[in-house]
C-alpha cells in the first residue's frame, strides 16, 4: 500500500504565542512494499509525522493519501485507515491491559468484528512471527513475561490487525543486543514474506543501514534529505549537523581514506568492510 | 566505596502470599574503588538493574551486606546519607523531572537536606555548569531534548554532592547526539571531578572507556575485566547474548578471513593503525 504526502504542514497550539510547526511542508512518496527507515533527532518531527498517517493528528494543512484515499478529509473512516496502517508506539509494553496474552492480541481483530476462528488464527499468526510460542503463553498474564517478551506481545497486537502500513517507532529502544536482533529480523522476515510497507523509526544507524531499502531524514520538521542509505550516509557532515552519525563502520573508511588507503567509499555494514578491507590487504600481497 | 558482599535478593513473582519466589541476584561480590568508572553490561533481566538499586538502598539484600562508604545498606538510619552519597540516574528522562523551571529541579535535592538557600543557589549554579546547561537554567524542562533533560537530571544528583554516580541506562531513549552528551559529561565528571561512575548500559561503544567492565548473567557476574579483556572474547559474549563494540566485531570477521590483526581492537582509530600497519 502506497503512501503518498503533499504540503504537509502541522502546527502545535495554533494562534497562541507558543504556536510550534512541527511539520514544516513536507511532500514525499512512499511505495507499496517499500521498507523505510525514518531517521532525525529528538524532535525534529518523526513522531508527529507517523501519527498523521494513521489519522491520530490532524494535519493543519496539506494532503495524505493511503492507497490513493485521501485521509485528511472530513468524515474520513478512520476505523478503516487503522485497520491499513498499524502504529507500534515506543514502548509499546506499556500499552498491555489485558489479563492474558490471548485477549490482548486478540483485542484488536475483536474490533474489527471479525469471527472467532478468524481472531484464533490471526493471533497465532501474529505470535508466531513476534517468536512468542502460542500454547504456552496464551493464558499468562502479559505482567509476568520479561520487557522484550512484552515489547513482543504487544508488536503481535498490532500484527493481528493485518496492517498493510507497519509503522513502528523505535521499537529496539531499551531492548539488550540480542532482543533487538530479533525482533529487527522478525520485521526484516514479516517484510520479506508479505511485502507490506514498513516505516521503522530509529536512532540506531547501524540497524538502519543493515536494513531498509531508503532512508527519510527529518530536521526541524523538514524532509531534508531522502535516498537509500548508501546515498545517505555519505552525507556525513551534514548528519553530524542536525545530530546524527553514520555507521561506525562508515566513520572507519573515512578514516582510512584520510592516510591514503585507497578503499571503496560507501562502505555500511560491517559485511562489507570485513570484504573490502580483506581484498584491499590480499591485493597488497600479491 | 561500593561494596557488595556475596549478596541475594528474592522477589515476590505476585502479591499472592504462597507465590513462588524469584531470585534476582544469586551471590553477587562486586567491589567498586573511589574513582572508578565501572560499567555493567548484561541482557534483559540478567540482574543489572536489581544490583545498581542495591548501591543506594532502594533495594536491600535478601542476605549478604551492601556496604556504601562504610555504611550497611541495611541500617535504616543511614538511608539519607547513603542516598546523599550514591546517587542514581533512571533510563526516563520524563519521570526524572519534578519542577517547572530547570533550576528548581536541581534544587529540589539540596531543598530537602535542609541546605540554606544561600549555598543551594551556589550548588545549583555548579552543577548546571557541570553539565553544561547552566544557560537553560530559567528554561521549562518539557522545552529540552532528551540529552538535555538527561544532563539536567544528572545535574539534579550532583546538587546533593554525590561521591558517586550510578546511571541505569541514561542512553537509552536518546538520539545519537544525546547519548555523546550524555557520554561526554559522565567521562568528564568522573575524570575532573573524581566522581566514582557505575553506568549500566546496552551499547557496547559506551563501555569501550570504562576502567572496568563487569558483564552479568542470571544473577551473577560471569565475567570482569579492562574493556579490552572482556571484549576480546567476542565468542562468550554473544553467547550470553550480547555484543562487542562494532570494531571488535570487524576485527574478529577479518581474522575468520585469516587476516592476522589484532583481537582485542575496540576503537576505530586502534583499526586504523591496524589496517595501516598490515598493508
Known sequence: MSIKIENLVYKYMTGTPFEKTAIDDVSLEIKDGEFIGLIGHTGSGKSTLIQQLNGLLKPTSGKIYIDGEDITVKGINLKKIRQKVGLVFQYPEYQLFEETVFKDVAFGPQNLGLSDDEILKRVKRALKIVGIDFEKYKDKSPFDLSGGQRRRIAIAGILAMEPKILILDEPTAGLDPKGRDEILEEIRKLHKEYNNTVILVSHSMEDVAKLVDRLIVMYKGKNILTGTPREVFKEIETLEKIGLAVPQVTYLIRELRKRGIDIREDIITVKEAQEEIVRLLRRDKK | ?279
Open chain 2, 1 to 279: 566505596m561500593l561494596w557488595a558482599n556475596n549478596i541475594y535478593f528474592y522477589y515476590k513473582k505476585s502479591d499472592d502470599e504462597n507465590s513462588e519466589k524469584g531470585i534476582a541476584l544469586k551471590g553477587v561480590n562486586l567491589n567498586i574503588k573511589k574513582g572508578e568508572f565501572v560499567v555493567i553490561i548484561g541482557h534483559n533481566g540478567s540482574g543489572k538493574s536489581t544490583l545498581a538499586k542495591h548501591y543506594n538502598a532502594i533495594l536491600i539484600p535478601s542476605s549478604g551486606d551492601v556496604i556504601v562508604d562504610g555504611m550497611n545498606t541495611k541500617d535504616g538510619s543511614k538511608l539519607w546519607n547513603i542516598r546523599q552519597k550514591a546517587g542514581m540516574v533512571f533510563q526516563n528522562p520524563d519521570n526524572q523531572i519534578v519542577a517547572t523551571i530547570v533550576e528548581e529541579d536541581v534544587a529540589f535535592g539540596p531543598e530537602n537536606l535542609g541546605i540554606p538557600p544561600e549555598k543551594i543557589r551556589k550548588r545549583v549554579d555548579e552543577s548546571l555548569s557541570a553539565v553544561n546547561m547552566l544557560d537553560y537554567a530559567h528554561h521549562g524542562p518539557h522545552l529540552l531534548s532528551g540529552g538535555q533533560k538527561q544532563r539536567v537530571a544528572i545535574a539534579g544528583v550532583l546538587a546533593m554532592r554525590p561521591e558517586c554516580i550510578i546511571l541505569d541506562e541514561p542512553t537509552a531513549m536518546l538520539d545519537p547526539s544525546g547519548r555523546r552528551e550524555v557520554i561526554d559529561t559522565i567521562k568528564r565528571l568522573n575524570k575532573e571531578e573524581g566522581i566514582t561512575i557505575v553506568l549500566i548500559t546496552h551499547f557496547m561503544e559506551e563501555a569501550v572507556e570504562a576502567d572496568r567492565v563487569v558483564v552479568m548473567e542470571e544473577g551473577k557476574v560471569v565475567l570482569e575485566g579492562s574493556p579490552r579483556d572482556v571484549f576480546s572474547k567476542v565468542e562468550e559474549i554473544k553467547r550470553l547474548g550480547l555484543d562487542v563494540p562494532e570494531m571488535t566485531e570487524l576485527a574478529f570477521e577479518l581474522r575468520k578471513s585469516n587476516i592476522n590483526i589484532r583481537e582485542d581492537i575496540l576503537t576505530i582509530e586502534e583499526m586504523v593503525d591496524e589496517i595501516c600497519r598490515l598493508k
